[in-house]
């Protein structure tokens, strides 16, 4: 053990460490920084729709504490969806779910913002150009024909879409920037603070029309080409997606994402749309059906569904557990045990920034073990029938362990959320320990990342 920890200490941390200090790196990190507030907002706003402002939720719905049909006399079914209050509340939710569209367009905005402090050329017209071009991009699902509008409209693609309208924007401004010609003439008569936003009326324009042309070319090339990525899906991905290499790979590739400071869910949520959601619901589909008999797990459903990846964000608890732990740094606990209660409902995002764990390479080779490792222990569980497939969706922010019940709709599913907590915590164990001694060797510097 002593010489794995050197070979953390001397080797891996110092070899991860040089992308920590790429400047791309670190403008998206910084991006993250201005949008943590508005992040922890909308997602303890989410909480409160899943939980209480959904007529058809778990609070008012009719398949849960059904006090939706208390508050209108009893009412169920059409009845119930006829009500002003079930319009209301309906309403409402749909507006806070709007929410997540208001953070990436945010997010365009900031990183483009960060990424011209590198690049050069004007801030604001490079954040309100990429956003115009995420507008237009995300707009375009409306022109899809039926079947088409899954692979562009669909949400998946809306996070890659906001990162690659702030990087072209803010790179296509700051190239335009060196042709002088291409600046506007305006009278010298005209105020200062107008006259900076007429001169660079033709790179917003140039810049706006190419995003248009890149849109529309982008989403007809998918039209066009959607027989032939239907049946690659149908016959080929599939399949492939209900081997343990291919599901390794996908939570190889998510978590490195987030390490990078990403997101890693969302950047490849098309694949868990194209393959892991089909399967859940399949699952549901036959549970609803009373397909499945007791003790039933393999042999009537999929293993790799998208609720069953959900054992691997039980890693994230688990690292928190480990720095409270094992961490000799009183910063680190202080943010771990602020974010704590944010972290039980599955509200990641800002600890992995303010502990940090993005760009951290004390944690890279943890964050990227743990989830495989979940991986490979909740497939063998439910492959030899100790724990029933995943049968049944919950929301994002249904804390672990009891997510695992209500998706497997057995105690079993608790069980193993519980096991690979145990097993997280050990994997992050030895690496916090590197990092104290790799603080302490610098100098006892209690508060360095």
Partial sequence: MEQFFDWVERSFVPWAGHFSGNKYMMAIRDTFYR???????????????????????????????????????????????????????????????FSYILLLMFLTMTLAIQLTKIWGGDKS???????????????????????????????????????????????????????PRLRMRVPDSLPERVIKPLELCVPAALTLVSFLLFSIVVTRLFVASYTEIDYFVQTTFRPASQTLVFALLYQGATWLLWWCGLFGDSFIEIFRDFAYWPAQLANQATAA????????????????TSEFFRTADVHVLAMAAAVLVFSANRRWRSVTWFMLPFLVFNISLPFFFCLPVVLNPSFLLPFLVAPLANTVVGWAAVSWGIV???????????????????????????????????LDVFIYAPFVIVTNRINAAEGGKEDAP
């Fill in 388 to 422: 029933p497939v995943f049968q049944f969706a919950t929301a994002g922010t249904v804390p672990v362990v009891l997510s695992g019940v209500l998706g497997t709709g057995s105690l079993m599913g608790g069980v193993l959320h519980l096991v690979v907590f145990i």
């Fill in 35 to 97: 949008l943590i507030p508005f992040i922890i907002v909308l997602y303890v706003l989410r909480i409160i729709q899943w939980a209480v402002l959904d007529p058809e939720g778990p609070v008012m719905g009719e398949n849960g504490m059904s006090l939706g049909a208390v508050i209108t006399g009893g009412l169920y079914g059409e009845e119930y969806q006829a009500t002003a209050f079930y319009r209301f509340f309906h309403l409402f939710s749909e507006a806070i779910s």
């Fill in 125 to 179: 017209l490079a954040a309100f150009c990429a956003l115009g071009g995420f507008l237009m991009f995300t707009q375009m699902e409306a022109e899809f024909v039926s079947g088409a509008s899954e692979l562009l409209g669909h949400p998946p693609i809306r996070v890659p879409s906001a990162f690659l309208f702030a990087v072209l924007s803010s790179r296509i401004l700051s190239w335009l920037d060196r042709f």
């Fill in 289 to 304: 059906a009373s397909m499945f008999a007791q003790g039933d797990s393999l042999a009537q459903g999929y293993v790799f």
